[in-house]
T-cell receptor, first 110, second 116 residues
Framework: RKEVEQDPGPFNVPEGATVAFNCTYS??????FFWYRQDCRKEPKLLMS???SGNEDGRFTAQLNRASQYISLLIRDSKLSDSATYLC???????????FGKGTTLSVSS | GAVVSQHPSWVICKSGTSVKIECRSL??????MFWYRQFPKQSLMLMAT?????????EQGVEKDKFLINHASLTLSTLTVTSAHPEDSSFYIC????????????FGPGTRLTVL
C-alpha cells in the first residue's frame, strides 16, 4: 500500500463548480498534513495546512479524520486559476521529510 | 511565507560532467533541508535529507557517491550530480522547514537538469 494515496484524476469541471479531493495515508503516526498546489513545471506551493478541527481559507476547506487516516480538500466556486495539480502531503515527526501523494490534476474550464 | 531560492533554475550538460545545484533559505535558518526529484508525470520523491554540519541521510536506492550533498551553513545546501547521465535528467527541488507552528516546508523553484 502506498504511503499517501489520492483520487485518480483528472478532474474537469466548469467555472463555479465545487470539487472535492480525497486522500488517505498509511502511517498512523503521521503528525502533520498539508495540501500543496503544483503548477506545470513549477515547484509545489503550500496551499494550506490541515488541522484536526478542520480549517477553511476562503474557497478552500480542508478536513482531517485521524481515525480513518483520511484527508480532504473542498474547493468551492472554482476559478480558471485553480487549474493545477493538488498534492496531498503528510509528515511524520516534526522536521522530517514530506511524503507526497501522486497528485490530482484539476482543470477548470469556462 | 518563507523564501527558498535555488540556482540554477535550469541546466543542460553533456553526459559525464558534474552539475552543482544550490539551495538557500533566504529569510530563515534551516538546520535541515531536503532534496527531491520529480520525473515527468510522477510525484516528488525524496532523495536525501541534508543536515547542517553532518552527513546527509540518503533514501534507499539513491547513490550517495553520485549525488553529493553538502550543508555547510544554516542557509545553504548543495547537491552535486557527479558524472551525470541522461537518466539523471529530472526536476530537482529542495525544501527547508521553516520551523513554523505546523512545520510547513517551503520549496525552492526547482532546477531542471537535462543531460545530453
Amino acid at each position: 500500500r502506498k504511503e499517501v494515496e489520492q483520487d485518480p484524476g483528472p478532474f474537469n469541471v466548469p467555472e463555479g463548480a465545487t470539487v472535492a479531493f480525497n486522500c488517505t495515508y498509511s502511517n498512523s503516526a503521521s503528525q502533520s498534513f498539508f495540501w500543496y498546489r503544483q503548477d506545470c513545471r513549477k515547484e509545489p506551493k503550500l496551499l494550506m495546512s490541515v488541522y484536526s478541527s478542520g480549517n477553511e481559507d476562503g474557497r478552500f476547506t480542508a478536513q482531517l479524520n485521524r481515525a480513518s487516516q483520511y484527508i480532504s480538500l473542498l474547493i468551492r466556486d472554482s476559478k480558471l486559476s485553480d487549474s493545477a495539480t493538488y498534492l496531498c502531503v503528510v509528515m511524520g515527526q516534526a522536521g522530517t521529510a514530506l511524503i507526497f501523494g501522486k497528485g490530482t490534476t484539476l482543470s477548470v474550464s469556462s | 511565507g518563507a523564501v527558498v531560492s535555488q540556482h540554477p533554475s535550469w541546466v543542460i550538460c553533456k553526459s559525464g560532467t558534474s552539475v552543482k545545484i544550490e539551495c538557500r533559505s533566504l529569510d530563515f535558518q534551516a538546520t535541515t533541508m531536503f532534496w527531491y526529484r520529480q520525473f515527468p508525470k510522477q510525484s516528488l520523491m525524496l532523495m536525501a535529507t541534508s543536515n547542517e554540519g553532518s552527513k546527509a541521510t540518503y533514501e534507499q536506492g539513491v547513490e550517495k557517491d553520485k549525488f553529493l550533498i553538502n550543508h555547510a551553513s544554516l542557509t545553504l545546501s548543495t547537491l552535486t550530480v557527479t558524472s551525470a547521465h541522461p537518466e539523471d535528467s529530472s526536476f530537482y527541488i529542495c525544501s527547508a522547514n521553516s520551523g513554523g507552528t505546523y512545520n510547513e516546508q517551503f520549496f525552492g523553484p526547482g532546477t531542471r537538469l537535462t543531460v545530453l
